[in-house]
C-alpha cells in the first residue's frame, strides 16, 4: 500500500505546488494524468524517492521512505520500485542481459539468470539477450526498459510518459505489457501521461489539476 | 556484476580516447622506467668497477680520463709511467697493493690487459675453466670473451696495436687462451688478462741475436728495464691517513699524476645528470599531460553519462558507488598505462643494450628495481587524483534534475 500525505513542493524561488493525497492499494493500476508543468513529474520523483519534497510523507509498505539514508533510500528503490522513463536509457556499453543483471546487483539480489530469461520471454524478446542498445529498434529498447523494472520484482511499478514517443501500434503494445506485467510480478502500477490514447485502459485516475 | 567490471565495459565503449590516454600514460611511465633503470644500472656497474681501489696513479692528463681508461676500459690511456717511478710508489709505506696495469693491445676491440697477480686479488677474480696466466703470451679471458670472441681454452690468437680497431695486428707475437674466468658481474667479464711482459713484448723491436753476445744482450735487457714504461697503477691505501698524504706526493713527482675513482666517478655522474634530470622533467610532463587528458576524457564523458548515472541511481547504486566506478576508470587507465609503460621501458632498454657497441657498459631490461613499484604506485595516484573531481560530481549529482531535463 501507498499512501501520500499533505505532500507540496518549491523548486528554488517558483511557487508552492502542493499535490492532493492519494492512496494506492496493492495490485491497484492507476493513471496520473497531467499536462506538460502540471507537475507530473515531479510527484513522479518524489513518489520513487529521487525528489524529497519540501512537505509531506509518502508511506510505501509501511516505510516512510525520506526517512531512511540515502545510502538506504537507495537500495530500497532498487529493491521496491520499478521506474520506465519515456526513453529507455539503457547502459550504452553493456549487453541487454548485462543491464539486467546490473539492475539485480545494484539492488544487492543474487545474480539470478533465470529470472532474467523468464522477464525476456515474457517480453518477447529473449533472442536479443547478447544484443547491446543500439542494435534494438526503440520498441524493443522499450521492452528491455520494462524489463529492467519488473527484474527485481517491485512492490511499485512506475512509468512516465511511456508512450508518448511511440506510434499507435507500439503504444497499445508497450501498455499491454505493462498491464500484463504489473499482473504477472503482482506490482502495483501508475503511469503517468498526458496520452489520451491510454485513458479508457484504466479506472483509477488521479488528476493533477 | 561489479563496479570493477562496469567501469571497464564503460572506458572500452569508447576505445579511442581510452587508447589514447593509456599511451600518454605508458609514454611518460616507459621514458621514467628507461631512466630509472639505466641509471641505476651505471651507477651499479661505476661503483662495482671501482669498489676497491682507492686511487689510480698515472701519467698527467685529464683525472677523468686516467679513471675512464685504468678502471672502466673506455678512454683512451693518458700517456704511460715509468716502471722505475712506478715501483718506488708502489714500495711505499701508504701503500697496501699496487697493481700494475700495461694498456695498448686490443682483439678484435677487446682490451688486452697487461698486469700481475696483484690485479687476480684486487678484483677476487676465481678461475672457470684452464687456469690463471703465468708464462709470457698466456692470456687469461673474461667470460664474456669467451661467449663473444668464440674462444676456448687453447686457442690463440693475435693481439692488435691499439684499442679499438684490428688495423696493425702483432703478427709475431700469438697469445694462448689458458684459462676462462667465471662471471664476475664488472668489467673483467669484457677483458682479456696477461702478464706486463707479454705487452712489453709486443711492441720491442725485433733484434737479431749473433753467437757470444750473451753478456751483452744481459745488459742490454737491465738497460731496457730501465726504459720500460707501464700505463698506470691501481693503489689500494694502507689505512685511512694515506688519503692525505699519497695523493700529494704522487703529483710532486713531475710525470706522474693521481686520480681517485670515487671522485671521479662522482663528477661523471654529476655530468650525466644533468642529462637524466632533464630527460626526467620531460617524462613528468608527459605524465601531467596523462592526468589532465585522463581528467577531460572522463569529465566529458561523464557529461555524456550523467543520464546513465542516474538511471543506475534509480536502480539502487548509491552515491558512493557510482563514486567508487568513477574513480575505478581512472584507475584503470593508469594501471593499464603504467603496466604498458613499464613493460615498454623494459623492452627499449634491452634493445639499446642488444645495439649497444661498449661491451663495458651494457645495459639490460632484465633487471628489475624496487623504484619500479614506486612508479607504478604514482600511476595509481594520477589516476585517482584526475579522476576525482568526475567522482564528486558524480557523487553530488542531483538525479531528480537530470532525469527531469529529458
Redesign the interface.
Known sequence: MISIQSVAHRYNGSPLISFKDWQINDGEQWLLLGDSGSGK??LL?IL?G??KPEQGEITLNGTAIYNLS??KL??F???NIG?I???P?L????TIS?NL???Q????LP?NQGRIDEVLTSLGIADKKKSYPNELSQGQLQRVSIA?AVINKPTLLIADEPTSSLDDKNAAAVLSLLMQQSDINRATLVVATHDKRVKDAFTNTYNLA | MSPLKISWKSLWSKPLSASLNIMLIAFGTGILTILLLASTQIEEKLNNNSKDIDLVVGAKGSPLQLILSSIYYIDFPTGNIPLKEANELSRSPFVKRATPLALGDNYNGVRIVGTDSNFVSLYGLKVDQGKLWVEDLEATIGVNVAKEQKLKVGDTFNGSHGLTNNSDVHKAHTYKVVGILSPQGNVTDNLILTNVASVWKMHEEPHEHQEGEVHDHEKEEEMAIKNREITSLLIQYRSPMSVAMFPRMVNQMTSLQSASPAMESTRLFSLIGVGVDTLQWFAILIMLIAAISVFVNLYNSLKERSYDLAIMRTLGASRTKLFIIVILEGLWLTLAGTIIGLFLGHSILELIGYYQESTQAKLTGKIFVTGELYLLIAGLVVGIIASLIPAMQAYRSNISKILAKN
Open positions: 513529474t515531479t520523483h520513487t529521487i525528489l540515502s545510502k537507495d537500495q528503490r532498487g529493491r521506474i522513463f519515456q526513453k536509457h547502459i550504452k556499453s553493456l548485462e543483471t546490473l539492475a546487483s545494484f539492488a544487492n545474480q529492467r
